[in-house]
């Protein structure tokens, strides 16, 4: 799954950086979602990898704060270009002759800096971790750092800093992406309701399918994973590491093979360069 992500990834991002067909808003975010996910693999891959493979389940403290890191700020800059991807999708079918007028490049740009200043926010609740004294074990529920997981080991009283902060800022970034999405789709299927042809609201309806299944299999697992920790879940171990390892390998892997089977242009693209 970790290969199939790399060099899925990699191939996207090959194949938009030589066809400049594809220099257009719709494919540059879908470049910073391979970008993303190309990171989101290499950052929590090799933990996971160097447990399965070599049976070493320690990890440093110094690394456990750098990985978790690496995981909010790349799942809440994901989370980002998924609403973005949504508003691009609700542009181009509500509103297709100012497609060009409202998404263009300097517009993109700014929704993909956005969306990595986004995942900065998490990082106080992620630092602030290391100062926290820990009574609880230093025993960890998944095969990666889960901020959620960590801060369970603090001892009781100490870390409410971090259970607020880190609350507030999910509810400001990955809960409104979620109600801006379901949003723009409602507004979409409104829409494309009204087109008397069912060919016509069949093909709309089909550009959207990569999208929904990247975002479908993005908040899925998140979700589950904030709900077993959040409030205190008793799931079956097998389910939790189910989840979990889902999160961090399955959307990565599965993005890439969606839109290479499901954009016309892209395969186009794809048998053109191969």
Excluded: W
Excluded at 16 to 26: A, E, F, V
Excluded at 64 to 70: P, R, S, V
Aim: positive net charge; glycine residues 4%; aromatic residues 12%.
């Amino acid at each position: 799954m970790f290969f199939v992500s790399i060099m899925g990834n990699g191939v996207i991002l090959y194949v938009i950086h030589r066809d400049h067909k594809l220099h257009q808003p719709m494919f540059l975010l879908l470049t910073t979602l391979a970008i993303t996910d190309i990171f989101f693999s290499l950052s929590t891959s090799p933990s996971v990898l160097s447990i399965f493979l070599f049976h070493h389940h320690n990890i440093r403290s110094q690394l456990c704060l750098l990985q978790m890191c690496f995981i909010q700020l790349l799942s809440i800059s994901e989370s980002s270009l998924l609403a973005a991807m949504a508003y691009d999708r609700y542009v181009a079918i509500c509103h297709p002759l100012r497609y060009t007028a409202i998404l263009t490049n300097s517009a993109v740009a700014k929704a993909i800096l956005v969306s990595g200043l986004r995942g900065t926010l998490f990082l106080p609740a992620i630092i602030s971790l290391q100062f926290l004294p820990y009574c609880k074990g230093n025993v960890l529920s998944h095969s990666y750092c889960l901020h959620q997981d960590v801060m369970k080991l603090a001892c009781d009283g100490t870390n409410t800093f971090n259970i607020v902060y880190g609350f507030a800022t999910i509810l400001g970034t990955t809960s409104v992406d979620i109600v801006f999405i379901v949003i723009t789709y409602i507004l979409i299927i409104k829409v494309v309701s009204h087109v008397a042809s069912k060919m016509e609201q069949y093909k709309l309806f089909n550009t959207c399918v990569s999208h929904l299944c990247a975002v479908f299999m993005f908040y899925i697992p998140m979700m589950a994973l904030s709900v077993v920790h959040r409030f205190q879940v008793k799931a079956p171990s097998g389910f939790t590491n189910f989840i979990s390892n889902s999160y961090i390998f399955v959307p990565p892997m599965i993005n890439p093979i969606i839109y290479s089977i499901k954009n016309r242009q892209i395969r186009e693209s794809f048998r053109e360069t191969f």
